[in-house]
């Protein structure tokens, strides 16, 4: 009786046990959603919308701002460059010298640069610096008050028409002076030009009208005397090109643009010069392509005035490329 009456409890406590089970979890439940919801009201969720749109603003200020600089600085620029086309060569070389020989005495005949601007020298040589008078000149550029900003040197021609050295021992001579230059003038660039071409030479094997008679190139007096030489040279070219001229093979019609035979291959030497460039680190200007005739006097060796006025481009372009307007 006792078993049945114990069984008979056991079967009733069991759905008690599972309803006290649920209402326990069912607390639960509760207990932890209210803790949520409380946590979420104590930190309330912030609305980003607002602060997105205030950088998004921000930003786009800033993208107007930048692309208005930039424009500015485009259009000063563009206002520099063609300020910088209407400047004279002399203008434009401000603060530059041209060094070297009698090819770079040109520059101030024609009156392409001013006298402060080249110093040359007739006859001087890489071959025989010292001897020729070349080292003088650079004695006189690096004791001046201010140093140039930049140094072009050409030169080489009498060293390759008179010396007769080969193309690696003028390299070698070359390469000693630009040393020597870097050295004195740490702060400046230098540039060095190709040797201009000779379309003749005189039966003696001396290049015709590469010098001037004078030595030193830089004294007022001579100044008169290369200017009358110069003008009767270039109106000796003019009277050449109504003609025909039998050495170089040329009529009067094409004289301007055909090209005369030439007399002396400095290819060899340009070449050299410009593997000399690579090595010491110095901006090569590379004239050799100016050969026309109309560039040319009649005697195939002096250059004109147009051969000066295209070379001073090349060494505008080669030292200033950032105001060339192509």
């Known amino acids: 009786m006792f078993e049945k009456n114990k069984e008979k409890m056991k079967e009733k406590m069991e759905p008690d046990k599972v309803l006290r089970f649920a209402i326990v979890a069912v607390i639960l439940l509760f207990l932890i959603g209210a803790l949520i919801i409380g946590t979420r009201m104590m930190n309330p969720r912030v609305d980003a919308t607002e602060g997105v749109k205030k950088l998004t603003e921000l930003e786009d200020a800033n993208v107007q701002k930048?692309?208005?600089k930039i424009?500015?600085?485009e259009q000063t620029e563009a206002?520099?460059?063609?300020?910088?086309?209407a400047k004279s060569a002399k203008e434009k070389m401000d603060g530059c010298i041209v060094l070297g020989d009698s090819t770079a005495l040109g520059f101030r005949q024609n009156d392409i640069l001013s006298k402060s601007q080249v110093k040359s020298k007739d006859g001087a040589t890489v071959s025989d610096a010292e001897g020729s008078g070349l080292n003088e000149l650079l004695t006189a550029v690096t004791e001046?008050?201010?140093a140039p900003q930049k140094l072009i040197l050409c030169i080489g021609r009498g060293d390759v028409a008179v010396s007769g050295e080969t193309a690696d021992a003028f390299a070698a001579n070359y390469k000693s002076f630009v040393e020597q230059v870097k050295a004195a003038l740490p702060d400046t660039k230098v540039y060095v030009c190709s040797i201009p071409a000779y379309l003749s030479l005189t039966s003696t094997g001396d290049a015709a009208g590469s010098a001037d008679s004078d030595t030193d190139s830089d004294s007022d007096a001579k100044d008169t005397t290369d200017n009358s030489d110069l003008k009767s040279s270039t109106d000796s070219k003019s009277s050449t090109d109504s003609k025909s001229n039998s050495d170089s093979d040329t009529s009067s019609d094409d004289s301007s643009s055909s090209k005369m035979s030439t007399a002396l291959d400095v290819t060899s030497y340009?070449?050299?010069l410009k593997a000399l460039c690579k090595e010491e680190k110095v901006k090569y200007v590379d004239t050799t392509d100016l050969t026309d005739a109309s560039y040319y006097g009649e005697d195939g060796s002096t250059m004109t005035k147009a051969y000066y006025e295209a070379c001073i481009n090349k060494i505008l372009e080669a030292a200033f490329r950032n105001y060339v307007i192509q």
């Open 144 to 146: 001046a008050e201010t």
């Open 66 to 68: 930048i692309d208005a």
């Open 71 to 73: 424009q500015e600085l």
């Open 79 to 85: 206002d520099e460059a063609v300020a910088w086309k």
């Open 270 to 272: 340009n070449e050299a």
